[in-house]
């Protein structure tokens, strides 16, 4: 039957399901897109900030190699801590590096400071690293290997390096050897 404007309730039943459909339609498309985009974003953080912390802590590595200068601790808690000692004003100084809270962070104490995890600058949002030496069987402490994740599940995303270390191993007891006085720097015009 017809109504006042000449429209049959059977056609107006059709637009507003029309009109539902594509509400719908576009409900579920942004929906989905909008995970999909959270997704992607999740990832490329999780990748980038497990290379920012490899990167940061070979930077780290490499600039302490030398007799004592690197150190693998445990931390109270059982985490894995990178001890680098470096010396200021002829005194040792110990470089922390960590993982507490899901952050990885660093503290500079003197040799003789407990550490503080709470206190620690931060450098990147990872959820693990696993520190192990990693050189041949008669000289473990030769190399050192890095590996750092971050995500969980299939976004999981992790970094791994192995770093030769070029000085002496350290040994328990023995005092890291303190770097040269002085640097000796020719410029050639």
Avoid at 66 to 74: E, H
Avoid at 117 to 141: Q, R, S, V
Wanted: aromatic residues 10%.
């Amino acid at each position: 039957m017809r109504g006042r404007w000449g429209a049959s309730f059977l056609e107006l039943f059709f637009v507003a399901a029309l009109l539902l459909l594509f509400g719908i339609t576009t409900y579920t498309l942004v929906s989905v897109g909008g995970n999909t985009y959270r997704r992607v974003m999740e990832k490329r953080d999780d990748s980038a900030n497990s290379r920012v912390a490899l990167s940061y802590m070979t930077t780290q590595i490499r600039q302490h190699d030398r007799t004592g200068g690197v150190q693998i601790r445990s931390l109270p808690d059982g985490g894995d801590c990178l001890v680098l000692t470096d010396y200021y004003d002829g005194e040792p100084y110990e470089l922390y590096v960590y993982l507490y809270d899901g952050v990885l962070r660093e503290s500079l104490l003197p040799a003789a400071e407990p550490l503080e995890p709470a206190y620690g600058a931060e450098i990147a949002n990872i959820d693990g690293f696993k520190l192990t030496y990693a050189g041949p069987a008669e000289e473990p402490e030769r190399a050192v290997r890095l590996n750092v994740w971050a995500g969980q599940g299939s976004n999981r995303r992790e970094n791994a390096v192995t770093l030769r270390l070029h000085a002496d191993p350290w040994q328990p007891g023995e005092t890291p050897a303190a770097p040269p006085a002085t640097l000796a720097v020719e410029i050639i015009p």
